[in-house]
């Protein structure tokens, strides 16, 4: 099942929303690439917590 997130991206400071496919348990703790539409580039998103490669913020 796909899953809605929202990420803020580095470069605009916008709230942008993306759906990530749902991926096998063994490999959830990975990073995709995600073409970010606030400023056309590429983002890396970690597929279990949704947040950006780097972000050392916590989400709760």
């Known amino acids: ?12 400071g916008m709230n942008v929303q993306h759906r ?5 348990a063994d490999v959830a703790n990975t990073h995709v690439s995600v073409e ?5 580039r590429l983002h890396f998103i970690n597929r279990s ?3 950006i490669l780097g972000d050392t913020k916590r989400r709760d």
């Open 49 to 51: 917590t949704g947040q």
């Open 36 to 40: 970010c539409p606030a400023c056309t």
């Open 20 to 24: 990530l496919a749902a991926v096998p």
């Open 1 to 12: 099942m796909d899953r809605h997130i929202i990420f803020k991206c580095p470069q605009t």
